[in-house]
């Protein structure tokens, strides 16, 4: 698979790049500045399709698959993450990704059950603001 930037089509970011993952093992892409991280994760997450070649999950072709579902299965951890102001609003974020409407009561029960959970409600609870 080759990639160029989609601004500058003449420069060559990844230049006949093999890769695989393997299913359900957590896997993190590290380098240096520069070195292409961003754009595999932006190509996996089919924000654009690569220049040459194809990138397959599963022995499927992604860009045969919806973006949305696609994205659904990965997560990620960006280099600069967006914090919101309460640990309530950065829980709820995971669940806004999911395209289902809820009453606000059932969101606050997700997001409290999450943190007992992950074990943390109990030090949330401690803080000077714990999860309003």
């Known amino acids: 698979m080759s990639d160029t930037y989609p601004s500058r089509p003449d420069i060559v970011v990844l230049d006949s790049l093999s890769l695989d993952i393997e299913p359900g093992k957590t896997t993190a892409i590290v380098g240096s500045s ?52 309460t640990i309530f609003e950065n829980i709820r974020y995971g669940w806004l990704a999911h395209p289902m409407r809820m009453h606000p009561r059932k969101i606050s029960n997700i997001v409290y059950d999450a943190t007992r959970v992950a074990n943390a409600h109990n030090f949330i609870i401690q803080l000077p603001s714990p999860i309003a």
């Open 34 to 85: 520069g070195s292409g991280k961003s754009t595999i994760i932006e190509l996996l997450e089919r924000f654009y399709d690569p220049v040459a070649g194809n990138i397959l999950l599963d022995g499927h072709k992604l860009s045969e698959l919806r973006p949305n579902w696609l994205r659904q299965q990965i997560s990620l951890v960006q280099q600069s993450p967006t914090l919101f102001t």
